[in-house]
């Protein structure tokens, strides 16, 4: 960019806008309203409300409570929910055999918040690491994690919470070419109208430790590898993440997302920028505790990064972020 002379600076006073709420309101390029969030909800099959430690503020909820959230989420003016579970221990085992429970903690969720609020959006993950006693996405035959039998399963769950209602599948696993599997299910099987919003640029982060005590995932390495990094991301590399997002929307993605938020949004505003496709963030569990983490020691304002941590990815060019902060954000946004 070149600059004007010097001479012409006295009128060139880019403060002049900035100097009135309402002329910044004016000129303001980018706006995060409710109908931005998808409110990340982890729910368990016990009853009520149990706080996850790693990350003050959040609960597990149960069934009966996920499905008062799906008002609240409606009343707030928020969309959509994503849902996780958290399952008991015991009842995991290698397979992710629970996964496609017809009858499990997930369907159950989904039905009561569709019955409860029908006009809310429901997204389920579409990923066994919830079900697996080793804690990984996927099956593992010969010490590794492998992709196609992984696929298998992964549309039987698929199938099960559309069936169950779910209007979002987010397969979250980052095995190859599940996407196109997954669509081709849902068309036989005249499930047409249910959406796919891949996880298409997922990295191997650090971020999601919380997640995994929110939804009691196993350490990694008791089986398998001790990390996500032979299926998910390398954090260097940014031309990847536009492979992998071209095969995804190749493949019948409806809607794709970045993940984790904050360190990618760089990822992010490539790949609006590229495919002008419908772009979501997903603000991890790490995301979500840092910032928790420095308010309550005093050291950030907490509604103030909230609100900002949320509106960059409005900036970046996302259509949406997937957020726990989403129902606090809503309310704040509303106030
Ligand atoms: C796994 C999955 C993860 C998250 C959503 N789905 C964790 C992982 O890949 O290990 C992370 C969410 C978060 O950190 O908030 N299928």
Known sequence: MTLPPLAAYPAL??????????SRRLVRESVMTPADLIWSMVVHEGEGRIPVASMPGIERLSV?????????????????????????????????????????????AVRAMKAAAPEVGIMCDVALDPFTDHGHDGLIVDGRIDNDSTIEKLVEQA?????????ILAPSDMMDGRVGILRKALEAEGFQDVMIMSYAAKYASAFYGPYRDAIGSGKLGTLGPSDKKTYQQDPAN?????????????EGADMVMVKPGMPYLDIIQRVVETFSMPTFAFQVSGEYAMIMAAAQNGWIDEERAILESLGAFKRAGCAGVISYFAPRAAKLLGA
């Open 64 to 108: 009966a409570e996920c499905a008062k959230a799906a008002v609240e989420a409606r009343d707030l003016g928020i969309p959509a929910i994503a849902v996780f579970p958290y399952i008991d221990g015991s009842t995991k085992d290698a397979a992710g055999s629970r996964a496609a429970d017809p009858d499990g903690v997930v369907s159950r």
């Open 13 to 22: 006073r880019l403060r002049r806008p900035r100097q009135a709420d309402w």
């Open 159 to 167: 199938l099960v919470q559309a069936r169950a209602g779910c209007d």
């Open 238 to 250: 940014s031309d990847e993440a536009l492979r992998e997002v071209a095969l995804d929307i190749a």
